[in-house]
T-cell receptor, first 112, second 114 residues
Framework: DQQVKQNSPSLSVQEGRISILNCDYT??????FLWYKKYPAEGPTFLISISSIKDKNEDGRFTVFLNKSAKHLSLHIVPSQPGDSAVYFC???????????FGTGTRLTIIP | DGGITQSPKYLFRKEGQNVTLSCEQN?????MYWYRQDPGQGLRLIYY???????QKGDIAEGYSVSREKKESFPLTVTSAQKNPTAFYLC?????????????FGPGTRLTVL
């Protein structure tokens, strides 16, 4: 039972344009969400997070949007750069629980 | 520099052998985690520990064992009972605050069973 889903296994975006990565979840108890970026043969690195009391969080070129009613979150990267080419995982948890549930990842390729 | 180290980076094992993957952190984190990544799949939790001398099974604990004798160390043993051990193994750590907190990952160990 996949509680966190990333339905697009891959995405290609022109350099300088906006990249939008999507994530859906089914567990209504989740109230904290994170995005990680992963290069091949390396560990994931934390990008940005959002709690359910907010619907938007920004950090530089990265913005995460949360739509609780739709159980959907998205990561926007503007402008996209070649170094953004990586696999992006969304993850979810709930307060009182340190465990994270990860999605299957989306491979983002930025085309120069 | 604070961080998480995993060794070795690549590991080869013959079928039927147990093998232990190392994970050390100097971030003073209370919690440590082991994940497995297979192609086309997300990270799946094997075991986690929130305090020394205590650990809990994750979603795919069968065929694995762990110990947590020191706060800094959380070794994972892949036993011969694990049917498909070839995978990329990731260790992570975080604070325990009662709220979800960011987990920080090591560089990973790729295990190949020959």
């Amino acid at each position: 039972d996949q509680q966190v889903k990333q339905n697009s296994p891959s995405l290609s975006v022109q350099e300088g344009r906006i990249s939008i990565l999507n994530c859906d979840y089914t567990n209504s108890m989740f109230d904290y969400f994170l995005w990680y970026k992963k290069y091949p043969a390396e560990g994931p690195t934390f990008l940005i997070s959002i709690s359910s009391i907010k619907d938007k969080n920004e950090d530089g070129r990265f913005t995460v949007f949360l739509n609780k009613s739709a159980k959907h979150l998205s990561l926007h990267i503007v402008p996209s750069q070649p170094g953004d080419s990586a696999v992006y995982f969304c993850a979810a948890s709930n307060f009182g629980n340190e465990k994270l549930t990860f999605g299957t990842g989306t491979r983002l390729t930025i085309i120069p | 520099d604070g961080g998480i180290t995993q060794s070795p980076k690549y590991l080869f094992r013959k079928e039927g052998q147990n093998v232990t993957l190392s994970c050390e952190q100097n971030l003073n984190h209370d919690a440590m985690y082991w994940y497995r990544q297979d192609p086309g799949q997300g990270l799946r939790l094997i075991y986690y520990s929130q305090i020394v001398n205590d650990f809990q099974k994750g979603d795919i604990a069968e065929g694995y064992s762990v110990s947590r004798e020191k706060k800094e160390s959380f070794p994972l043993t892949v036993t011969s009972a694990q049917k498909n051990p070839t995978a990329f193994y990731l260790c992570a750590s975080s604070y325990v605050t009662g709220s979800p907190d960011t987990q920080y990952f090591g560089p990973g160990t790729r295990l190949t069973v020959l």
